[in-house]
């Protein structure tokens, strides 16, 4: 008689370890999809910072006579400095880390210059950068990438058809009569 009630032990022990490694397991399955998740969210943070500083330098390289930055985000959406708006950005992105929420603006007195998200955490990608992205692999926190827009050296000034009362190189600025006409 003690036989069965000494299997059943085992067979109870044998269960209770199958559940626990079962449950192992489901953990470290959960954390890898978290994990896949976040860096699936990374990705999309730099999709999105690079979509800005991409804005927002078009914004600065289109600006008519004296090159100017943005200081609203809807300006990027609708610039309406031309007769015919232009767009440099298609739509305002959320925080992909931080899903309804904004990216933080960086500015220069009112001119906004760049985005970063302000959300905690170590980033999971710590190589692989772009030359725009140079510092990003040293960042201890997602708030240390900085999609900042930088004005390139290599532009030419605005021409003559961007800003008609500036003197181009080579070519004399307008004379005006005594009524203050342009002739």
């Known amino acids: ?54 804005a927002i330098l ?25 007769p015919m ?18 990216l933080a603006l960086i500015n220069q007195g009112s001119a906004i210059v760049g985005v970063y998200s302000q959300a905690a955490g170590l980033p999971f990608r710590q190589t692989g950068f772009t030359p725009k992205q140079r510092g990003f692999d040293a960042a201890q926190r997602y708030s240390d990438w900085r999609f900042i827009a930088e004005a390139p050296v290599s532009l030419p000034p605005p021409t003559a058809a961007s800003s008609p009362t500036a003197p181009v ?9 005594l009524r203050g006409a342009v002739r």
């Open 1 to 54: 008689m003690k036989e069965p009630i000494q299997q059943s032990g085992f067979v109870l022990i044998g269960l209770l370890v199958a559940l626990t490694l079962a449950a192992i397991a489901a953990v470290q399955t959960g954390q890898r999809l978290a994990d896949s998740r976040r860096q699936a969210m990374e990705v999309e943070l730099l999709f999105v910072g690079e979509q800005y500083r991409s």
């Open 58 to 82: 078009s914004y600065w390289g289109g600006s008519p006579g004296v090159r100017s930055w943005p200081t609203r985000l809807d300006e990027l959406l609708e610039d309406r400095r031309f």
């Open 85 to 102: 708006p232009r767009r440099h950005l298609r739509k305002l992105y959320d925080d992909p880390l931080d899903p309804g929420q904004n």
């Open 169 to 177: 190189k080579g070519i004399p600025a307008p004379i005006q009569n």
